[in-house]
């Protein structure tokens, strides 16, 4: 039975992979559908679900709404369409997530109730726009917002930053409320047929209210609907403007091409059009869809939708086919996928240096194939779907950090079938994919590619290696770590396991210098190519040089013989601060061309690193009687010169013990 | 650490090759005997710790004394010191070797090594490969450091320019009319010499030149027509309507100092010819232009009419104050003062001929910058267009140029657009090239020998 059990666990657990893929069928309004429609935000096509994922995350930190008077889970395409079309459900949504206290009772927002009443309860955590944006609160966050402007980034506190997170969170939602149709409006196809009716024949808005009103003077009482609805049209399609003062508004563009050169805007769209003119399809498809949804008609929805996607299909089938890719690629959520399983592969590895029951190894080994497998496929899927090399941001890095870790782990693990290339391989891929996870709270990890790094060979070489030169560093370091750990409190740490992990760590630190160094200068090359400067000591180029020079160190201090077995595990665990410092650390500095994320709440997670790995290298000096693994044996131990990978040293060696 | 029972020995033969005796020292020749403490791989392990500790605090300081002084103070220097930036902390002080002296070091350790002690063999040929790349980078980047010059081209559509301009040294230049010729004269006091401040003669001049006052950076203060005001600051016209403010001096990156020189010349009689200020406000385009832009929004600030023409008028006049010549007239020949940003000259013109600045749609991410260029080399007889734009610079006489930046000056009603080109003299550019070829290959070489050999092993018994 014991024999199987690996293929049974790795089969369940693929089971349980692909049973995720289907799309769930639609019982009332068809989400599904509507997930798909191809729209336009941050410069790139997406589907409407990815929008939804995306503003919904940056608002409430999660994927999905779970609402408390409902008692349900709402998916963000839900929620995504009320915000669009009916402005007045979706204020009572309490999708902001506010945790400063102070914030809380500055908004007098109010506190946790687990009432009976459904509807009276709260979480003290999440709260609606109508609750926030009172007279009162807009007042007080607009000082706030305004004061810590002033502020320079490094010297924001906590509170300082809940309200500019919650501050970004509302504008974006502001945002949002636009994209479709004026916020007060809830029958837009009504408004768009009275739009049409009232502009002159060949004319469009402006020149209809030029010749109707140029020199005259303009009724204050609302009784022209050409005043009435233009206005609401021109103040939109001043906010959409890209020019305008309110260019921080970043508006999602509905409507494709049809009778316009590219993706536009609403407002924008109508401010174009000339009487007569029929009103393009989309925007009536649109108007038509949140008209059906404010009046909770599924049968009209669930048409139009399809009708809308009919249309999409014959006229942009490309949109629409990579729209739904992308819908498919985050209902397979391999990241995700992997992660989970990373972890079980993890503590099967684990249990197995406590049993030494083969089939645990052998299990953990198909399973971390199962999840690398998985994990590939979601960074090819995210190529593809980007047209990029694996690495362009911070987000994806990490991906490719934990992909590089496990593939060196599991060339270790074919070597030595002793489960350390398991362990480190797995917990590596679970740790990178728990940062990566942490990352997309802050919106879409597709962004398009500033000019300077729109550049698909720099990406695919410099980028790419510099990555793969920190994955090696650390598999180096949390080898280092296995041996300190093992050796300190398990007697597991015997001499041919010993031995066998000097040579692992030997090797991958050789495999980081050249991957590190490679990269390195590889970004030297770029730089030299787009602004002439070969190398210009900017921050993220020293972090990665720091890392360059401590693999050095570590290499001609081991064939120095400077250091042993255990000096070159304690360099090695050190290498995982170096590494830190250079992908996040310095980050934090917000100085250089490449500081491409701020991330002060990160900076206490990487100072809690760096303790825990300065903690592990004291206990890497600790004499080695008190060591379980060596115990009253200590001094048979670590022999003279103990040949740690079959090089004889370049010079006669000096004992540093 | 713990204490073995049998003590290792203090030295432990290698265990292939001939093995030095010990009082064999005699034998070896005396440049081996002073090289040999200098080739260890001790020093070599020292070294790279400093070079990470030196890098890592010259990164630190980079958020307080930004990128330009961050490097001068700790790689471009032999020794210097670290602080923290927090106030009460500052009494930490630590002092740290500078990038010249641990590359120096770095070069003679690995220099020695090699001549004393590494044999060369198949097996260690990679690492002679990788060590001789080592070598042409460290070369490299001092050489670069000596020889290496960054300018900038700034100009607007249809502008043409046969210089490029310092972004941080300046000039005085003194320009003249030469007699009998078309040519312009131009006698240029270096900022070194304004900045010691004193007197300076030219041959060519016929006056002196006394430097009574440099302000590193400055501002513009318009002297209102009030009571309050003060003397005006000197006798030239544009200190009628502006006095030059000192201010800090910014280590900022996306800041930069604008200097100006109060000077007085006398001729060669000793008499005063009179008070000139003399500002990179008036003297470098770019920026009496931007001075321009940001009187005119402050003009138009909360004007909703939507007719702009009065601030619009206003900004101009003002303009045209700043950048009014400054001249005096010595012997019948009139001399142009000019406080400008450093020129380097070029045998060839670049002609700005269009913009390009895309963006992706419905964002304000920039996608592309591209200027459209027509280089002019009446010597050479050319004469051709060619683009400039993001990862992909031009080549040209030596120089190389960049696509920089990009920026449209608002104080028109439809803004003229202009492009600002990095200009680097490089002529080591190529060794950091081969450098990186030799290294990455010496390590693919060394690495790859490694692993085939513990393959084999593995797979032998």
């Given at each position: 039975?014991?024999?199987?059990?690996?293929?049974?666990?790795?089969?369940?657990?693929?089971?349980?992979?692909?049973?995720?893929?289907?799309?769930?069928?639609?019982?009332?309004?068809?989400?599904?559908?509507?997930?798909?429609?191809?729209?336009?935000?941050?410069?790139?096509?997406?589907?409407?679900?990815?929008?939804?994922?995306?503003?919904?995350?940056?608002?409430?930190?999660?994927?999905?709404?779970?609402?408390?008077?409902?008692?349900?889970?709402?998916?963000?395409?839900?929620?995504?369409?009320?915000?669009?079309?009916?402005?007045?459900?979706?204020?009572?949504?309490?999708?902001?997530?506010?945790?400063?206290?102070?914030?809380?009772?500055?908004?007098?927002?109010?506190?946790?109730?687990?009432?009976?009443?459904?509807?009276?309860?709260?979480?003290?955590?999440?709260?609606?726009?109508?609750?926030?944006?009172?007279?009162?609160?807009?007042?007080?966050?607009?000082?706030?917002?305004?004061?810590?402007?002033?502020?320079?980034?490094?010297?924001?506190?906590?509170?300082?930053?809940?309200?500019?997170?919650?501050?970004?969170?509302?504008?974006?939602?502001?945002?949002?409320?636009?994209?479709?149709?004026?916020?007060?409006?809830?029958?837009?196809?009504?408004?768009?047929?009275?739009?049409?009716?009232?502009?002159?024949?060949?004319?469009?808005?402006?020149?209809?209210?030029?010749?109707?009103?140029?020199?005259?003077?303009?009724?204050?009482?609302?009784?022209?609907?050409?005043?009435?609805?233009?206005?609401?049209?021109?103040?939109?399609?001043?906010?959409?403007?890209?020019?305008?003062?309110?260019?921080?508004?970043?508006?999602?563009?509905?409507?494709?091409?049809?009778?316009?050169?590219?993706?536009?805007?609403?407002?924008?769209?109508?401010?174009?059009?000339?009487?007569?003119?029929?009103?393009p399809r989309s925007l009536l498809a649109w108007a038509h869809?949140?008209?059906?949804?404010?009046?909770?008609?599924?049968?009209?929805?669930?048409?139009?939708?399809?009708?809308?996607?009919?249309?999409?299909?014959?006229?942009?089938?490309?949109?629409?086919?990579?729209?739904?890719?992308?819908?498919?690629?985050?209902?397979?959520?391999?990241?995700?996928?992997?992660?989970?399983?990373?972890?079980?592969?993890?503590?099967?590895?684990?249990?197995?240096?406590?049993?030494?029951?083969?089939?645990?190894?052998?299990?953990?080994?198909?399973?971390?194939?199962?999840?690398?497998?998985?994990?590939?496929?979601?960074?090819?899927?995210?190529?593809?779907?980007?047209?990029?090399?694996?690495?362009?941001?911070?987000?994806?890095?990490?991906?490719?950090?934990?992909?590089?870790?496990?593939?060196?782990?599991?060339?270790?693990?074919?070597?030595?079938?002793?489960?350390?290339?398991?362990?480190?391989?797995?917990?590596?891929?679970?740790?990178?994919?728990?940062?990566?996870?942490?990352?997309?709270?802050?919106?879409?990890?597709?962004?398009?590619?500033?000019?300077?790094?729109?550049?698909?060979?720099?990406?695919?070489?410099?980028?790419?290696?510099?990555?793969?030169?920190?994955?090696?560093?650390?598999?180096?370091?949390?080898?280092?770590?296995?041996?300190?750990?093992?050796?300190?409190?398990?007697?597991?740490?015997?001499?041919?396991?010993?031995?066998?992990?000097?040579?692992?760590?030997?090797?991958?630190?050789?495999?980081?210098?050249?991957?590190?160094?490679?990269?390195?200068?590889?970004?030297?090359?770029?730089?030299?190519?787009?602004?002439?400067?070969?190398?210009?000591?900017?921050?993220?180029?020293?972090?990665?040089?720091?890392?360059?020079?401590?693999?050095?160190?570590?290499?001609?201090?081991?064939?120095?013989?400077?250091?042993?077995?255990?000096?070159?595990?304690?360099?090695?665990?050190?290498?995982?601060?170096?590494?830190?410092?250079?992908?996040?650390?310095?980050?934090?500095?917000?100085?250089?061309?490449?500081?491409?994320?701020?991330?002060?709440?990160?900076?206490?997670?990487?100072?809690?690193?760096?303790?825990?790995?300065?903690?592990?290298?004291?206990?890497?000096?600790?004499?080695?009687?008190?060591?379980?693994?060596?115990?009253?044996?200590?001094?048979?131990?670590?022999?003279?010169?103990?040949?740690?990978?079959?090089?004889?040293?370049?010079?006669?060696?000096?004992?540093?013990? | 650490?713990?204490?073995?029972?049998?003590?290792?020995?203090?030295?432990?033969?290698?265990?292939?090759?001939?093995?030095?005796?010990?009082?064999?020292?005699?034998?070896?020749?005396?440049?081996?005997?002073?090289?040999?403490?200098?080739?260890?791989?001790?020093?070599?392990?020292?070294?790279?710790?400093?070079?990470?500790?030196?890098?890592?605090?010259?990164?630190?300081?980079?958020?307080?004394?930004?990128?330009?002084?961050?490097?001068?103070?700790?790689?471009?220097?032999?020794?210097?010191?670290?602080?923290?930036?927090?106030?009460?902390?500052?009494?930490?002080?630590?002092?740290?070797?500078?990038?010249?002296?641990?590359g120096t070091l770095l070069l003679v350790n690995l220099v020695?090594?090699?001549?004393?002690?590494?044999?060369?063999?198949?097996?260690?040929?990679?690492?002679?490969?990788?060590?001789?790349?080592?070598?042409?980078?460290?070369?490299?980047?001092?050489?670069?450091?000596?020889?290496?010059?960054?300018?900038?081209?700034?100009?607007?559509?249809?502008?043409?320019?046969?210089?490029?301009?310092?972004?941080?040294?300046?000039?005085?230049?003194?320009?003249?009319?030469?007699?009998?010729?078309?040519?312009?004269?131009?006698?240029?006091?270096?900022e070194g010499l304004l900045r010691a401040g004193g007197v300076?003669?030219?041959?060519?001049?016929?006056?002196?030149?006394?430097?009574?006052?440099?302000?590193?950076?400055?501002?513009?203060?318009?002297?209102?027509?009030?009571?309050?005001?003060?003397?005006?600051?000197?006798?030239?016209?544009?200190?009628?309507?502006?006095?030059?403010?000192?201010?800090?001096?910014?280590?900022?990156?996306?800041?930069?100092?604008?200097?100006?020189?109060?000077?007085?010349?006398?001729?060669?009689?000793?008499?005063?010819?009179?008070?000139?200020?003399?500002?990179?406000?008036?003297?470098?385009?770019?920026?009496?232009?931007?001075?321009?832009?940001?009187?005119?929004?402050?003009?138009?600030?909360?004007?909703?009419?939507?007719?702009?023409?009065?601030?619009?008028?206003?900004?101009?006049?003002?303009?045209?104050?700043?950048?009014?010549?400054?001249?005096?007239?010595?012997?019948?020949?009139?001399?142009?003062?000019?406080?400008?940003?450093?020129?380097?000259?070029?045998?060839?013109?670049?002609?700005?001929?269009?913009?390009?600045?895309?963006?992706?749609?419905?964002?304000?991410?920039?996608?592309?910058?591209?200027?459209?260029?027509?280089?002019?080399?009446?010597?050479?007889?050319?004469?051709?267009?060619?683009?400039?734009?993001?990862?992909?610079?031009?080549?040209?006489?030596?120089?190389?140029?960049?696509?920089?930046?990009?920026?449209?000056?608002?104080?028109?009603?439809?803004?003229?657009?202009?492009?600002?080109?990095?200009?680097?003299?490089?002529?080591?550019?190529?060794?950091?090239?081969?450098?990186?070829?030799?290294?990455?290959?010496?390590?693919?070489?060394?690495?790859?020998?490694?692993?085939?050999?513990?393959?084999?092993?593995?797979?032998?018994?």
């Amino acid at each position: 039975m014991k024999k199987y059990l690996p293929w049974i666990l790795c089969a369940a657990f693929a089971a349980w992979f692909l049973s995720t893929l289907p799309a769930p069928g639609d019982k009332g309004l068809a989400w599904g559908g509507l997930a798909q429609v191809p729209v336009v935000n941050g410069g790139r096509h997406q589907p409407f679900e990815s929008l939804a994922r995306n503003a919904l995350v940056q608002i409430r930190d999660r994927y999905s709404h779970y609402d408390l008077a409902e008692e349900r889970t709402v998916p963000a395409v839900e929620w995504l369409a009320e915000v669009l079309f009916d402005s007045e459900r979706a204020s009572r949504r309490k999708v902001f997530r506010v945790d400063h206290p102070d914030l809380i009772s500055l908004l007098k927002l109010p506190l946790k109730n687990d009432s009976k009443d459904p509807a009276l309860r709260e979480d003290g955590k999440h709260y609606s726009w109508g609750q926030i944006v009172t007279e009162e609160n807009v007042a007080s966050l607009q000082r706030e917002s305004e004061r810590v402007a002033g502020k320079d980034a490094s010297h924001q506190d906590a509170f300082d930053q809940a309200v500019r997170k919650l501050s970004s969170a509302l504008s974006l939602y502001n945002a949002l409320q636009s994209t479709a149709r004026p916020r007060d409006v809830r029958d837009y196809g009504q408004f768009l047929s009275q739009f049409s009716r009232s502009l002159d024949s060949g004319a469009t808005l402006r020149e209809t209210l030029r010749a109707k009103y140029a020199g005259k003077e303009i009724p204050k009482d609302n009784s022209d609907p050409l005043l009435r609805i233009g206005g609401q049209v021109l103040v939109g399609a001043d906010r959409e403007s890209e020019t305008g003062e309110r260019s921080t508004l970043k508006i999602p563009l509905l409507l494709p091409p049809d009778g316009t050169e590219d993706w536009s805007r609403i407002n924008t769209r109508l401010v174009g059009i000339r009487g007569g003119e029929p009103l393009p399809r989309s925007l009536l498809a649109w108007a038509h869809l949140g008209d059906a949804f404010v009046a909770r008609d599924t049968n009209r929805f669930n048409a139009e939708l399809r009708d809308y996607r009919d249309w999409m299909q014959s006229t942009f089938p490309s949109e629409l086919s990579h729209a739904n890719h992308e819908v498919f690629f985050n209902r397979m959520a391999p990241f995700y996928a992997a992660m989970t399983i990373y972890v079980v592969a993890l503590l099967l590895a684990l249990a197995y240096w406590f049993s030494f029951d083969s089939w645990l190894r052998e299990s953990s080994f198909a399973l971390v194939g199962l999840a690398f497998a998985i994990h590939t496929v979601g960074l090819i899927y995210r190529m593809v779907l980007q047209g990029r090399p694996p690495v362009t941001n911070l987000y994806s890095s990490a991906i490719f950090i934990g992909w590089g870790a496990i593939v060196l782990g599991m060339v270790l693990e074919r070597f030595w079938r002793n489960a350390i290339g398991l362990v480190v391989g797995s917990f590596l891929g679970f740790v990178t994919l728990v940062i990566a996870h942490n990352l997309a709270l802050d919106g879409d990890t597709m962004e398009m590619m500033r000019a300077v790094l729109d550049t698909n060979f720099w990406l695919a070489t410099h980028v790419v290696i510099v990555t793969l030169g920190y994955a090696s560093t650390y598999v180096a370091g949390f080898l280092a770590i296995v041996y300190v750990v093992r050796g300190v409190f398990t007697k597991g740490l015997d001499l041919a396991t010993r031995r066998a992990m000097a040579r692992m760590v030997y090797g991958i630190i050789c495999f980081a210098t050249l991957f590190s160094f490679t990269g390195t200068v590889l970004g030297g090359i770029w730089a030299d190519q787009s602004w002439g400067r070969f190398w210009g000591w900017d921050a993220k180029e020293n972090g990665a040089l720091i890392i360059v020079l401590w693999n050095a160190l570590i290499l001609h201090a081991r064939w120095g013989g400077l250091v042993r077995e255990r000096g070159i595990m304690n360099l090695a665990i050190a290498g995982n601060i170096v590494t830190s410092w250079s992908w996040f650390g310095v980050n934090m500095l917000g100085v250089g061309l490449h500081s491409y994320g701020f991330l002060n709440g990160a900076f206490q997670t990487l100072l809690y690193f760096v303790l825990s790995q300065l903690a592990l290298i004291a206990l890497g000096c600790l004499p080695l009687k008190w060591w379980r693994s060596f115990g009253e044996h200590s001094t048979d131990t670590i022999a003279p010169n103990a040949p740690t990978a079959g090089k004889p040293p370049l010079r006669p060696v000096r004992s540093v013990a | 650490m713990s204490t073995p029972v049998s003590p290792p020995p203090l030295v432990v033969p290698p265990a292939a090759g001939p093995v030095p005796v010990a009082g064999s020292a005699e034998s070896r020749p005396l440049w081996k005997l002073i090289l040999s403490p200098l080739s260890s791989l001790r020093l070599t392990v020292i070294l790279l710790t400093f070079s990470v500790l030196v890098v890592f605090f010259g990164t630190l300081a980079q958020t307080d004394d930004g990128l330009y002084l961050a490097q001068n103070r700790y790689f471009r220097s032999w020794f210097s010191t670290w602080s923290p930036i927090t106030e009460g902390w500052r009494w930490i002080v630590i002092p740290l070797p500078g990038g010249y002296l641990l590359g120096t070091l770095l070069l003679v350790n690995l220099v020695a090594a090699h001549a004393t002690r590494f044999k060369f063999t198949w097996k260690k040929s990679g690492i002679l490969l990788s060590h001789l790349g080592v070598v042409l980078l460290l070369v490299g980047q001092l050489f670069t450091d000596m020889l290496a010059r960054e300018s900038r081209m700034t100009f607007s559509e249809g502008e043409w320019r046969n210089y490029s301009e310092d972004f941080a040294a300046s000039e005085l230049a003194i320009l003249s009319d030469a007699p009998g010729d078309q040519m312009t004269e131009v006698v240029a006091i270096p900022e070194g010499l304004l900045r010691a401040g004193g007197v300076v003669h030219h041959d060519r001049l016929p006056f002196t030149v006394r430097i009574s006052q440099w302000m590193p950076n400055s501002e513009p203060i318009f002297r209102a027509p009030r009571a309050t005001n003060g003397p005006p600051q000197a006798s030239s016209p544009v200190s009628k309507h502006f006095d030059f403010l000192s201010v800090a001096e910014t280590h900022k990156m996306d800041e930069k100092n604008i200097p100006t020189v109060v000077i007085e010349l006398t001729d060669n009689g000793g008499k005063s010819l009179g008070i000139w200020a003399l500002s990179v406000w008036s003297g470098e385009p770019a920026m009496a232009k931007s001075a321009r832009t940001s009187w005119y929004k402050r003009f138009n600030r909360g004007d909703t009419s939507g007719d702009d023409s009065q601030a619009r008028m206003m900004a101009g006049q003002l303009y045209a104050f700043l950048t009014e010549a400054q001249t005096v007239t010595v012997n019948n020949r009139a001399y142009t003062l000019t406080l400008r940003p450093r020129r380097y000259d070029q045998p060839f013109t670049l002609q700005l001929l269009k913009t390009t600045h895309e963006i992706y749609r419905g964002t304000d991410i920039p996608k592309n910058f591209q200027s459209r260029v027509l280089i002019d080399h009446p010597a050479r007889g050319e004469r051709r267009e060619v683009n400039i734009y993001m990862n992909n610079p031009l080549r040209y006489g030596g120089l190389t140029y960049f696509q920089y930046q990009m920026g449209r000056d608002e104080f028109f009603s439809t803004p003229v657009a202009h492009s600002v080109l990095q200009v680097v003299q490089n002529p080591s550019w190529l060794t950091p090239y081969i450098g990186c070829a030799l290294v990455a290959g010496g390590l693919l070489v060394q690495f790859g020998i490694h692993l085939v050999l513990f393959v084999r092993r593995r797979v032998a018994p």
